[in-house]
Protein backbone atom coordinates (compact mmCIF):
# COMPACT_ATOMS: atom_id res chain seq x y z
CA UNK A 1 0.00 0.00 0.00
CA UNK A 2 1.34 3.66 -0.96
CA UNK A 3 3.09 5.11 2.46
CA UNK A 4 0.07 7.52 2.16
CA UNK A 5 -2.55 5.67 2.34
CA UNK A 6 -0.74 3.52 4.66
CA UNK A 7 -0.77 6.65 7.03
CA UNK A 8 -3.83 7.73 6.51
CA UNK A 9 -5.82 3.91 6.69
CA UNK A 10 -4.26 3.63 10.30
CA UNK A 11 -5.07 7.09 11.43
CA UNK A 12 -9.04 5.99 10.82
CA UNK A 13 -8.76 3.18 12.26
CA UNK A 14 -7.06 4.54 15.52
CA UNK A 15 -9.43 7.86 15.43
CA UNK A 16 -12.43 5.15 15.22
CA UNK A 17 -11.09 3.29 19.07
CA UNK A 18 -9.31 6.82 20.30
CA UNK A 19 -11.58 9.27 19.91
CA UNK A 20 -14.36 7.54 21.51
CA UNK A 21 -12.60 6.82 24.37
CA UNK A 22 -10.67 10.68 24.70
CA UNK A 23 -14.49 12.22 23.56
CA UNK A 24 -14.78 10.39 27.40
CA UNK A 25 -13.16 13.71 28.89
CA UNK A 26 -15.74 16.09 27.06
CA UNK A 27 -18.95 13.63 27.97
CA UNK A 28 -18.08 12.93 31.48
CA UNK A 29 -17.20 16.62 32.50
CA UNK A 30 -20.73 17.44 33.31
CA UNK A 31 -20.73 14.47 35.86
CA UNK A 32 -17.49 15.28 37.09
CA UNK A 33 -18.44 18.57 37.92
CA UNK A 34 -22.01 17.85 39.00
CA UNK A 35 -20.57 15.45 41.46
CA UNK A 36 -17.37 17.20 42.63
CA UNK A 37 -16.60 20.32 44.18
CA UNK A 38 -13.72 22.95 42.78
CA UNK A 39 -12.10 21.79 45.58
CA UNK A 40 -12.18 18.17 45.16
CA UNK A 41 -11.90 18.38 41.56
CA UNK A 42 -8.38 19.84 41.69
CA UNK A 43 -7.09 17.33 44.38
CA UNK A 44 -8.44 14.26 42.17
CA UNK A 45 -6.77 15.58 39.64
CA UNK A 46 -3.58 15.80 41.69
CA UNK A 47 -4.13 12.68 42.45
CA UNK A 48 -3.81 10.83 39.41
CA UNK A 49 -1.45 13.20 38.44
CA UNK A 50 0.75 11.83 40.71
CA UNK A 51 0.09 8.08 39.19
CA UNK A 52 1.18 9.31 36.01
CA UNK A 53 4.71 10.83 37.57
CA UNK A 54 5.35 7.39 38.96
CA UNK A 55 4.19 5.98 35.79
CA UNK A 56 7.70 6.41 33.77
CA UNK A 57 9.76 5.54 37.22
CA UNK A 58 7.76 1.92 37.54
CA UNK A 59 7.40 1.03 33.88
CA UNK A 60 11.27 2.47 33.20
CA UNK A 61 9.72 3.90 30.33
CA UNK A 62 9.73 0.62 28.66
CA UNK A 63 6.39 1.56 26.83
CA UNK A 64 8.44 3.62 24.56
CA UNK A 65 10.49 1.01 23.73
CA UNK A 66 7.94 -1.38 23.44
CA UNK A 67 6.56 0.55 20.30
CA UNK A 68 10.39 1.11 18.66
CA UNK A 69 11.25 -2.36 19.06
CA UNK A 70 8.26 -3.89 18.23
CA UNK A 71 7.62 -1.89 14.88
CA UNK A 72 11.13 -3.01 13.91
CA UNK A 73 11.38 -6.42 12.05
CA UNK A 74 15.06 -7.21 13.13
CA UNK A 75 13.69 -7.89 16.75
CA UNK A 76 11.68 -11.03 17.92
CA UNK A 77 8.43 -9.99 19.70
CA UNK A 78 8.13 -11.80 22.35
CA UNK A 79 11.57 -10.84 23.63
CA UNK A 80 10.32 -7.16 23.29
CA UNK A 81 6.97 -8.03 25.22
CA UNK A 82 8.90 -9.94 27.67
CA UNK A 83 11.38 -7.38 28.35
CA UNK A 84 8.42 -4.79 28.85
CA UNK A 85 6.28 -7.04 31.43
CA UNK A 86 9.34 -8.33 33.47
CA UNK A 87 10.48 -4.49 33.85
CA UNK A 88 7.15 -3.43 34.68
CA UNK A 89 6.53 -6.23 37.26
CA UNK A 90 9.99 -5.42 39.05
CA UNK A 91 9.42 -1.58 39.17
CA UNK A 92 6.11 -2.23 40.84
CA UNK A 93 7.71 -4.43 43.56
CA UNK A 94 10.33 -1.61 43.83
CA UNK A 95 7.46 0.81 44.32
CA UNK A 96 5.86 -1.47 46.80
CA UNK A 97 9.46 -1.55 48.82
CA UNK A 98 9.68 2.22 48.50
CA UNK A 99 5.82 2.75 50.20
CA UNK A 100 7.16 4.02 53.64
CA UNK A 101 9.05 6.67 52.24
CA UNK A 102 6.58 7.81 49.58
CA UNK A 103 3.64 7.77 52.09
CA UNK A 104 5.42 11.29 52.63
CA UNK A 105 4.57 12.72 49.21
CA UNK A 106 1.79 15.19 48.76
CA UNK A 107 -1.86 13.50 47.94
CA UNK A 108 -0.19 10.24 47.61
CA UNK A 109 -0.13 9.79 51.42
CA UNK A 110 -3.85 9.35 52.01
CA UNK A 111 -4.19 7.56 48.66
CA UNK A 112 -1.50 5.39 49.01
CA UNK A 113 -2.57 1.71 47.77
CA UNK A 114 -5.52 3.66 45.30
CA UNK A 115 -2.26 4.91 43.71
CA UNK A 116 -0.39 2.16 42.98
CA UNK A 117 -3.40 0.36 41.51
CA UNK A 118 -3.98 2.74 39.63
CA UNK A 119 -0.30 3.01 38.09
CA UNK A 120 0.25 -1.14 38.15
CA UNK A 121 -3.32 -1.16 35.54
CA UNK A 122 -2.17 1.33 33.78
CA UNK A 123 0.95 0.50 32.93
CA UNK A 124 0.25 -2.92 32.14
CA UNK A 125 -2.77 -1.57 29.81
CA UNK A 126 -0.21 0.24 27.95
CA UNK A 127 2.00 -2.82 27.72
CA UNK A 128 -0.43 -4.56 26.02
CA UNK A 129 -1.72 -2.15 24.12
CA UNK A 130 1.14 -0.37 22.55
CA UNK A 131 2.30 -3.84 21.48
CA UNK A 132 -1.06 -5.11 19.64
CA UNK A 133 -0.12 -1.79 17.63
CA UNK A 134 3.35 -3.11 17.01
CA UNK A 135 2.34 -6.23 15.91
CA UNK A 136 0.25 -4.15 13.15
CA UNK A 137 -3.57 -5.14 15.23
CA UNK A 138 -4.55 -1.91 14.38
CA UNK A 139 -8.25 -2.99 14.26
CA UNK A 140 -8.48 -4.80 17.90
CA UNK A 141 -5.93 -1.34 19.16
CA UNK A 142 -9.32 0.26 17.85
CA UNK A 143 -11.91 -2.06 19.10
CA UNK A 144 -10.17 -2.09 22.92
CA UNK A 145 -10.58 1.54 22.16
CA UNK A 146 -14.77 1.30 22.28
CA UNK A 147 -14.82 -1.43 24.90
CA UNK A 148 -12.74 1.11 27.31
CA UNK A 149 -15.23 3.68 26.42
CA UNK A 150 -18.01 2.09 27.08
CA UNK A 151 -16.85 0.08 30.67
CA UNK A 152 -15.17 3.64 31.31
CA UNK A 153 -18.55 4.82 31.36
CA UNK A 154 -20.51 2.39 33.04
CA UNK A 155 -18.30 2.50 36.20
CA UNK A 156 -18.50 6.38 36.36
CA UNK A 157 -21.28 6.45 36.83
CA UNK A 158 -21.60 3.06 39.35
CA UNK A 159 -19.13 4.79 41.38
CA UNK A 160 -19.86 8.36 41.39
CA UNK A 161 -23.42 8.55 40.91
CA UNK A 162 -25.15 5.38 41.98
CA UNK A 163 -22.60 4.36 44.92
CA UNK A 164 -21.50 8.32 45.33
CA UNK A 165 -17.78 6.99 46.60
CA UNK A 166 -16.29 10.94 45.02
CA UNK A 167 -13.27 11.00 44.98
CA UNK A 168 -12.77 7.36 45.50
CA UNK A 169 -14.81 6.48 42.54
CA UNK A 170 -13.28 8.48 40.49
CA UNK A 171 -9.97 7.12 40.49
CA UNK A 172 -11.86 3.48 40.75
CA UNK A 173 -13.09 3.94 37.73
CA UNK A 174 -10.45 4.28 35.56
CA UNK A 175 -8.65 1.55 37.37
CA UNK A 176 -11.30 -0.79 36.80
CA UNK A 177 -11.48 0.50 32.94
CA UNK A 178 -7.79 -0.44 32.57
CA UNK A 179 -7.95 -3.89 34.08
CA UNK A 180 -10.88 -5.14 32.10
CA UNK A 181 -9.15 -3.70 29.03
CA UNK A 182 -5.52 -5.49 30.01
CA UNK A 183 -7.47 -8.42 30.45
CA UNK A 184 -9.40 -8.16 27.27
CA UNK A 185 -6.16 -7.47 25.05
CA UNK A 186 -3.90 -10.12 26.92
CA UNK A 187 -6.51 -13.10 26.15
CA UNK A 188 -8.04 -11.71 22.50
CA UNK A 189 -4.36 -10.77 20.88
CA UNK A 190 -2.77 -14.35 22.51
CA UNK A 191 -0.47 -12.23 23.98
CA UNK A 192 0.53 -15.37 26.64
CA UNK A 193 2.72 -16.36 23.50
CA UNK A 194 4.55 -14.03 23.64
CA UNK A 195 5.67 -14.23 27.58
CA UNK A 196 8.64 -16.40 28.03
CA UNK A 197 11.37 -16.37 30.80
CA UNK A 198 13.16 -19.07 29.39
CA UNK A 199 15.76 -18.27 26.02
CA UNK A 200 15.13 -14.54 26.81
CA UNK A 201 17.69 -12.60 24.60
CA UNK A 202 19.15 -10.71 26.96
CA UNK A 203 20.97 -7.98 24.29
CA UNK A 204 17.49 -6.96 23.15
CA UNK A 205 16.33 -6.57 26.53
CA UNK A 206 19.35 -4.28 27.26
CA UNK A 207 19.03 -2.40 24.44
CA UNK A 208 15.51 -1.72 25.01
CA UNK A 209 16.11 -0.36 28.22
CA UNK A 210 19.19 1.75 27.05
CA UNK A 211 16.93 3.14 25.03
CA UNK A 212 14.01 3.30 27.35
CA UNK A 213 15.73 5.12 30.61
CA UNK A 214 16.63 7.89 29.36
CA UNK A 215 13.08 8.01 28.38
CA UNK A 216 12.36 8.24 32.44
CA UNK A 217 13.73 11.68 33.27
CA UNK A 218 12.09 12.75 29.39
CA UNK A 219 8.57 11.80 30.98
CA UNK A 220 9.05 13.72 34.16
CA UNK A 221 9.97 16.36 32.67
CA UNK A 222 7.18 16.31 30.56
CA UNK A 223 5.00 15.79 33.20
CA UNK A 224 6.63 18.88 34.98
CA UNK A 225 5.72 20.96 32.08
CA UNK A 226 2.30 19.72 32.59
CA UNK A 227 1.87 20.00 35.89
CA UNK A 228 4.13 22.50 37.62
CA UNK A 229 1.60 24.86 37.30
CA UNK A 230 -1.03 23.15 38.99
CA UNK A 231 0.91 22.43 41.62
CA UNK A 232 2.08 25.99 42.20
CA UNK A 233 -1.34 27.92 41.95
CA UNK A 234 -2.64 25.57 44.68
CA UNK A 235 0.27 26.25 46.29
CA UNK A 236 -0.47 30.29 45.71
CA UNK A 237 -3.79 30.52 45.29
CA UNK A 238 -5.63 27.27 46.37
CA UNK A 239 -7.30 23.91 45.36
CA UNK A 240 -10.36 26.12 43.68
CA UNK A 241 -8.48 28.02 41.43
CA UNK A 242 -6.02 24.84 40.75
CA UNK A 243 -9.92 22.93 39.91
CA UNK A 244 -10.91 25.63 37.67
CA UNK A 245 -7.44 25.41 35.54
CA UNK A 246 -7.83 21.26 35.81
CA UNK A 247 -11.29 22.28 34.26
CA UNK A 248 -9.67 24.75 31.69
CA UNK A 249 -7.09 22.06 30.42
CA UNK A 250 -9.56 19.67 29.18
CA UNK A 251 -10.29 22.10 26.04
CA UNK A 252 -6.97 21.74 25.05
CA UNK A 253 -8.11 17.85 25.14
CA UNK A 254 -9.71 18.51 22.02
CA UNK A 255 -6.33 19.09 19.95
CA UNK A 256 -4.34 16.38 21.93
CA UNK A 257 -7.11 14.00 21.04
CA UNK A 258 -6.14 14.48 17.40
CA UNK A 259 -2.80 14.75 18.08
CA UNK A 260 -2.22 11.36 19.44
CA UNK A 261 -4.70 10.01 16.97
CA UNK A 262 -2.49 10.92 14.16
CA UNK A 263 0.60 10.33 16.22
CA UNK A 264 -0.37 6.96 16.90
CA UNK A 265 -0.53 6.08 13.35
CA UNK A 266 2.32 8.40 12.18
CA UNK A 267 4.94 6.53 14.53
CA UNK A 268 4.44 3.38 12.65
CA UNK A 269 4.72 5.12 9.01
CA UNK A 270 8.12 7.18 10.02
CA UNK A 271 10.09 3.48 11.36
CA UNK A 272 8.73 1.32 8.44
CA UNK A 273 9.52 4.42 5.86
CA UNK A 274 13.16 4.12 4.46
CA UNK A 275 15.87 6.58 5.16
CA UNK A 276 16.49 7.93 1.68
CA UNK A 277 12.22 9.22 1.43
CA UNK A 278 12.31 10.37 4.96
CA UNK A 279 13.23 14.49 4.56
CA UNK A 280 10.25 14.90 1.76
CA UNK A 281 7.90 12.43 4.25
CA UNK A 282 8.46 14.40 7.19
CA UNK A 283 8.16 18.20 5.77
CA UNK A 284 4.82 17.05 3.97
CA UNK A 285 3.43 15.27 6.58
CA UNK A 286 4.54 18.52 9.26
CA UNK A 287 3.20 20.64 6.96
CA UNK A 288 -0.65 19.23 7.07
CA UNK A 289 0.20 18.50 11.00
CA UNK A 290 0.71 21.87 12.15
CA UNK A 291 -1.50 23.61 9.41
CA UNK A 292 -4.62 20.86 10.82
CA UNK A 293 -3.85 21.61 14.89
CA UNK A 294 -4.01 25.72 14.16
CA UNK A 295 -6.67 25.90 12.40
CA UNK A 296 -8.47 23.61 15.21
CA UNK A 297 -7.02 25.78 17.82
CA UNK A 298 -8.28 28.93 16.36
CA UNK A 299 -11.68 28.36 16.17
CA UNK A 300 -11.51 26.44 20.15
CA UNK A 301 -9.98 29.56 21.14
CA UNK A 302 -13.38 31.87 18.83
CA UNK A 303 -15.61 29.22 21.07
CA UNK A 304 -13.85 28.42 24.53
CA UNK A 305 -17.36 30.51 26.17
CA UNK A 306 -19.75 28.69 23.94
CA UNK A 307 -17.60 25.40 25.09
CA UNK A 308 -17.44 26.02 28.57
CA UNK A 309 -20.87 26.54 29.19
CA UNK A 310 -21.95 23.51 27.34
CA UNK A 311 -19.35 21.51 29.16
CA UNK A 312 -19.24 22.52 32.67
CA UNK A 313 -21.21 23.25 35.46
CA UNK A 314 -21.90 26.94 36.51
CA UNK A 315 -19.25 27.15 39.20
CA UNK A 316 -16.53 26.40 36.93
CA UNK A 317 -17.75 28.80 34.01
CA UNK A 318 -15.30 31.07 35.02
CA UNK A 319 -12.39 28.23 33.69
CA UNK A 320 -12.44 29.76 29.53
CA UNK A 321 -10.33 32.43 30.83
CA UNK A 322 -7.54 30.01 30.91
CA UNK A 323 -8.62 27.84 27.73
CA UNK A 324 -6.98 30.30 25.39
CA UNK A 325 -3.16 31.19 26.20
CA UNK A 326 -3.34 26.58 27.10
CA UNK A 327 -4.67 26.01 23.23
CA UNK A 328 -1.32 27.72 22.35
CA UNK A 329 0.80 25.63 24.77
CA UNK A 330 -0.75 22.73 23.52
CA UNK A 331 -0.02 23.80 19.87
CA UNK A 332 3.54 23.35 20.64
CA UNK A 333 3.69 20.74 22.41
CA UNK A 334 2.31 18.80 19.79
CA UNK A 335 4.46 20.13 17.11
CA UNK A 336 7.51 19.57 19.66
CA UNK A 337 5.72 15.62 19.99
CA UNK A 338 5.97 15.44 16.37
CA UNK A 339 9.93 15.94 16.40
CA UNK A 340 9.95 13.86 19.01
CA UNK A 341 9.54 11.39 16.50
CA UNK A 342 12.58 11.78 14.92
CA UNK A 343 14.46 10.95 17.98
CA UNK A 344 12.57 8.01 17.83
CA UNK A 345 13.32 6.66 14.61
CA UNK A 346 16.90 8.00 15.39
CA UNK A 347 17.09 6.17 18.40
CA UNK A 348 18.24 9.22 20.08
CA UNK A 349 16.18 9.14 23.20
CA UNK A 350 18.80 11.25 25.66
CA UNK A 351 18.26 13.81 23.08
CA UNK A 352 14.40 13.96 23.49
CA UNK A 353 14.61 14.07 27.10
CA UNK A 354 17.58 17.11 27.38
CA UNK A 355 15.30 19.27 25.32
CA UNK A 356 12.66 18.38 26.91
CA UNK A 357 14.25 18.96 30.18
CA UNK A 358 15.26 22.55 29.31
CA UNK A 359 11.90 23.62 28.69
CA UNK A 360 10.91 22.05 32.36
CA UNK A 361 13.21 24.23 34.16
CA UNK A 362 11.89 27.09 32.42
CA UNK A 363 8.48 26.26 32.81
CA UNK A 364 9.17 25.57 36.69
CA UNK A 365 10.78 29.04 36.89
CA UNK A 366 8.28 31.42 34.97
CA UNK A 367 5.71 29.73 37.41
CA UNK A 368 7.09 31.23 40.28
CA UNK A 369 7.78 34.72 38.53
CA UNK A 370 4.07 35.04 36.84
CA UNK A 371 1.90 33.06 39.11
CA UNK A 372 1.80 35.71 42.03
CA UNK A 373 1.65 38.85 39.45
CA UNK A 374 -0.49 37.80 36.48
CA UNK A 375 -2.39 35.02 38.83
CA UNK A 376 -3.57 31.47 36.76
CA UNK A 377 -2.72 33.22 32.86
CA UNK A 378 0.89 33.47 34.76
CA UNK A 379 0.87 29.44 34.96
CA UNK A 380 -0.99 29.42 31.05
CA UNK A 381 1.80 31.80 29.58
CA UNK A 382 4.18 30.31 31.47
CA UNK A 383 3.63 26.77 30.04
CA UNK A 384 3.53 28.27 26.52
CA UNK A 385 6.43 29.91 26.36
CA UNK A 386 8.02 26.33 27.91
CA UNK A 387 6.69 24.11 25.01
CA UNK A 388 7.77 27.61 22.78
CA UNK A 389 11.40 26.89 23.69
CA UNK A 390 11.51 23.22 23.69
CA UNK A 391 9.72 23.01 19.64
CA UNK A 392 12.59 25.11 18.69
CA UNK A 393 15.26 23.71 20.43
CA UNK A 394 14.32 20.36 18.53
CA UNK A 395 13.57 22.47 14.91
CA UNK A 396 17.19 23.54 15.25
CA UNK A 397 18.50 20.26 16.55
CA UNK A 398 16.81 17.47 14.51
CA UNK A 399 17.65 19.05 10.90
CA UNK A 400 20.89 16.92 11.77
CA UNK A 401 19.10 13.60 11.44
CA UNK A 402 15.89 14.63 9.18
CA UNK A 403 16.73 18.12 7.10
CA UNK A 404 13.21 18.64 6.67
CA UNK A 405 11.41 22.30 6.08
CA UNK A 406 9.43 23.68 8.49
CA UNK A 407 7.57 26.69 6.52
CA UNK A 408 8.79 29.25 9.04
CA UNK A 409 6.35 32.07 7.48
CA UNK A 410 3.34 29.88 8.02
CA UNK A 411 4.32 29.18 11.26
CA UNK A 412 5.20 32.72 12.10
CA UNK A 413 1.66 34.02 10.78
CA UNK A 414 -0.38 31.02 12.14
CA UNK A 415 1.50 31.47 16.33
CA UNK A 416 0.87 35.41 16.20
CA UNK A 417 -2.69 34.77 15.48
CA UNK A 418 -3.37 32.60 17.93
CA UNK A 419 -1.66 35.28 20.31
CA UNK A 420 -4.36 37.44 18.90
CA UNK A 421 -7.01 35.95 19.52
CA UNK A 422 -5.93 35.01 23.06
CA UNK A 423 -5.39 38.20 24.70
CA UNK A 424 -8.28 39.64 22.54
CA UNK A 425 -10.60 36.37 24.54
CA UNK A 426 -8.56 37.13 27.58
CA UNK A 427 -9.17 41.18 27.81
CA UNK A 428 -12.47 40.52 26.30
CA UNK A 429 -11.64 43.62 24.14
CA UNK A 430 -14.64 45.60 22.58
CA UNK A 431 -16.05 44.31 19.76
CA UNK A 432 -14.01 41.15 20.73
CA UNK A 433 -16.77 38.94 18.36
CA UNK A 434 -16.14 40.70 15.73
CA UNK A 435 -12.07 40.11 15.91
CA UNK A 436 -12.23 36.78 16.61
CA UNK A 437 -14.34 36.11 13.47
CA UNK A 438 -11.86 38.03 10.90
CA UNK A 439 -8.80 36.38 12.68
CA UNK A 440 -10.54 32.79 12.64
CA UNK A 441 -11.08 33.19 9.04
CA UNK A 442 -7.67 34.67 8.18
CA UNK A 443 -6.15 31.65 9.78
CA UNK A 444 -8.43 29.10 7.86
CA UNK A 445 -7.57 31.12 4.88
CA UNK A 446 -4.13 30.61 5.41
CA UNK A 447 -4.20 27.16 6.06
CA UNK A 448 -6.38 26.01 3.77
CA UNK A 449 -4.02 25.67 0.33
CA UNK A 450 -1.59 23.26 2.69
CA UNK A 451 -4.58 21.07 4.29
CA UNK A 452 -6.13 20.29 0.73
CA UNK A 453 -2.89 20.56 -0.88
CA UNK A 454 -1.86 17.51 1.47
CA UNK A 455 -4.80 15.86 1.51
CA UNK A 456 -4.57 15.45 -2.13
CA UNK A 457 -1.33 14.31 -2.27
CA UNK A 458 -2.31 12.09 0.45
CA UNK A 459 -5.08 10.34 -1.32
CA UNK A 460 -3.19 10.33 -4.43
CA UNK A 461 -1.65 6.72 -5.31
CA UNK A 462 1.26 8.17 -7.06
CA UNK A 463 2.79 6.05 -9.63
CA UNK A 464 6.88 6.53 -9.50
CA UNK A 465 8.94 6.29 -12.54
CA UNK A 466 10.54 3.13 -12.58
CA UNK A 467 14.19 4.84 -11.56
CA UNK A 468 12.44 5.92 -8.79
CA UNK A 469 10.40 4.01 -6.99
CA UNK A 470 8.23 5.42 -3.74
CA UNK A 471 8.28 2.22 -1.63
Same mark, same amino acid.
Given at each position: ????????????????? @?????????????????????????????????????????????????????????????????????????????????????? =???????????????????????????????????????????????????????????????????????????????????????????? =?????????????? !?????? /????????????????????????????????????????????????????????????????????????????????????????????????????????????????????????? @????????????????? /???????????????????????????????????????? !????? !???????????????????????????????????????????????????????????????? !????? =????
Amino acid at each position: MNKYRNLISNTFIFAIG @TFSSKVLVFLLMPLYTKVLSEAQYGTVDLMVQVGNFLLPLVSCGIVNGIIRFGLDKYYKKRDVFTTGFLTILFGFIILLILEPILV =HVPYLNENTMMIYVFVLMSSMRSLCSQFVRAKGYVKLYAIDGLLSTATTIFFNVLYLVVLKWGINGYMLAMISADTLSTLFLFYVAGLRRYL =HIRGLNLSTSQEML !RYSIPM /IPNSIFWWVNNMASRYMIAYFMGEEYNGLFAVAYKIPTIIVLMSNIFMDAWQMSAVSDSPDKRASFFTRVFLFYQSLICTAASGLILFSKVITMILVSDSFYESWKYIPLLLLSTIFSCMS @TFLGSVYMVEKKSMLNF /ITTGIGAVINVVLNFLFIPIFGVNGAAFATFLSYFVVFVL !RVIDT !RRFIPMHFHPMRLTFNTLVLLAQAFIMIFEVKGWIFFELILTVLMVVANMSALLATVAQLLLKR !RPHPQ =HHEE
